[in-house]
C-alpha cells in the first residue's frame, strides 16, 4: 500500500502498544506480542506468460496474512493469475551509482553499440536474398 | 406456472425455498454486519480484506435470494425478498443475531459460521437441483479463501497469550450456545435429502462439523461450542442487536419505497 519508509506506517492503530523498536522495520516480528507489522512487496503476473511486475506493497505481521492482503490488494478483481509476496527485508537492495551508472562511456557494452543494419545489408546483397518481412538491425 | 421448480413436489419446492432462504439470510447478515467494519478494522490492509469478504457475501446473498425469487414465483425480486420483510421474517441463523463486537468476537463468529456453511455448502455441490448445485459450485470456491482468512486469525488470536487470547475465549464463551444453530435441522429437511437435493440431514451435518474443527480447537486449547439450546428456534425470535441492523440496512430502501437506484 506504500512505499514510504516502514516507520511511516507502523505508527497506524498498532502503534500504540509498539515499542520503539517496532521503528526498525523488519525487526518488528520479534516482538512477543505478535502486533508488529512489516512491509512485503507484492509481484503479480496479468496473465500466463506475462512478467511478473511489481504490484505495489503491503503491510502484515507475517507472510500468511502478508498472502491474504496481496490477494486482496492485487487479485480480488481478477487482475492476476499468480502473486509472489516478499518480505521487504529479503530485498536485496543495490543503488550505488558507482555500480549501476559508472562515469566512462560504456556504449560497447549495449547492444546498439554495433549496428548491424549495414552488415546484414551487405550480407543480403552477397546471396541476392530480400530483407524479410519486417526489420532487422 | 412456469418455474425452473416445476418439476418438484409441492412439498419438496417449500422444503427448498426454506433452504434458500435460510442460506440467504445467513449470507446477507454476516456481510451486512460485517461490512461495519468498513473504516474501522485494526489496520488499512484488514479493513480492505474484511469489506471484501463482507461483499462477497452480500454477493452470494443476492445470487441466492434470485434464485429463491424463481422459484418461489410470488412477484417478489431478489431486492424485495432481501429488505421488505419485518424483522421478525428473517430466517438467519442465531449465531448472527450476535452483534459483531470487538474483533475477536467477529473473527470468532467468521469462524464458526465459515466452518459451519463449507459443510452445508458441501453438502450441496452434488445437488440433483442443477441451478443450486451450479451457484454452489461457484460460491465455494470463494469461500474456501473465507475459511483461511478466519482460520488465520483465530491461530492468530489464540495463540497470542494476553488480551487477545482472553478476548476470543470471552467471545466463543458468548457464542457457543448459538456455535451450532447455523446446521440446525430444518423444517421437511427430510424431503430435500429424499430428492438428492441436499446430500443429508442436519444432524450429520453438525456431526461433520465438529470433526472438522474439534482438532484446531484442540489444536489451540478452545472449548467446543455448546450443542444447540433450542433447535427449533435456532432461525426464529431475532435479538435486539439484529433489530437494530434491521433498521440500518432497511433505512435506505425505507427512504424511498418503490425507487430504482
Known amino acids: 500500500m506504500t512505499d514510504q519508509a516502514p516507520a ?20 518488528a516480528k520479534d516482538r512477543p506480542d505478535g502486533g508488529g507489522l512489516e512491509p512485503w512487496e507484492v509481484f503479480r503476473q496479468e496473465k500466463e506468460g506475462d512478467p511478473m511486475r511489481h504490484g505495489g506493497s503491503v503491510m502484515a505481521p507475517d507472510a500468511e496474512l502478508a498472502v491474504h492482503y496481496a490477494r486482496e490488494m492485487y487479485g480480488r478483481r481478477q487482475e492476476s493469475v499468480r502473486l509472489w509476496v516478499v518480505r521487504r527485508a529479503d530485498v536485496h537492495d543495490l543503488t550505488d551509482p558507482d555500480l549501476l551508472q559508472p562515469p566512462l562511456d560504456r556504449s560497447f557494452k549495449k547492444p546498439g553499440g554495433y549496428v548491424m543494419r549495414d552488415k546484414l545489408a551487405a550480407a543480403r546483397e552477397r546471396t541476392g536474398k530480400h530483407k524479410p518481412r519486417g526489420s532487422a538491425r | 406456472m412456469t418455474g425452473i421448480a416445476t418439476d418438484l413436489l409441492p412439498a419438496t419446492r417449500d422444503a427448498l425455498s426454506v433452504l434458500l432462504l435460510a442460506m440467504a439470510d445467513d449470507e446477507f447478515v454476516i456481510g451486512f454486519s460485517d461490512s461495519e467494519w468498513t473504516g474501522i478494522a485494526p489496520m488499512l490492509e484488514e479493513d480492505v480484506a474484511m469489506s471484501s469478504l463482507a461483499q462477497d457475501e452480500l454477493g452470494h446473498a443476492q ?16 431486492d424485495a425478498i432481501a429488505f421488505d420483510r419485518p424483522p421478525e421474517g428473517y430466517y438467519h441463523a442465531r449465531l448472527l443475531d450476535h452483534p459483531r463486537g470487538d474483533w475477536a468476537g467477529t473473527i470468532a463468529r467468521r469462524y464458526l459460521y465459515d466452518t459451519a456453511d463449507g459443510v452445508r455448502l458441501d453438502a450441496l455441490a452434488g445437488s440433483s437441483f442443477a441451478p443450486l448445485r451450479d451457484l454452489v459450485g461457484k460460491i465455494r470456491r470463494e469461500e474456501r479463501y473465507h475459511r483461511m482468512h478466519a ?53 450429520e451435518l453438525e456431526t461433520r462439523w465438529r470433526a472438522e474443527i474439534g482438532p484446531v480447537f484442540e489444536r489451540l486449547d478452545l472449548p467446543m461450542p455448546a450443542a444447540i439450546a433450542e433447535p ?30
Open chain 1, 8 to 27: 511511516d506506517r507502523v505508527l497506524g492503530p498498532m502503534a500504540g502498544s509498539a515499542s520503539p523498536r517496532a521503528s526498525k522495520g523488519h525487526e
Open chain 2, 63 to 78: 445470487a441466492l435470494y434470485r434464485l429463491l425469487a424463481e422459484i418461489v414465483e410470488d412477484g417478489r425480486d431478489a
Open chain 2, 151 to 203: 482460520s488465520s486469525w483465530l491461530e492468530r488470536l489464540a495463540l497470542t497469550t494476553g488480551e487477545p487470547r482472553l478476548r476470543l475465549l470471552d467471545a466463543l464463551a458468548r457464542l457457543s450456545p448459538d456455535g451450532a444453530s447455523v446446521l440446525a435441522p430444518l423444517p421437511n429437511e427430510l424431503s430435500l435429502v429424499m430428492a438428492g437435493i441436499l446430500e443429508t440431514g442436519s444432524a
Open chain 2, 232 to 261: 427449533a428456534a435456532a432461525r426464529t425470535g431475532h435479538s435486539e442487536a439484529f433489530r437494530r441492523l434491521w433498521t440500518d440496512f432497511t433505512s435506505v430502501r425505507h427512504a424511498e419505497p418503490g425507487a430504482t437506484w
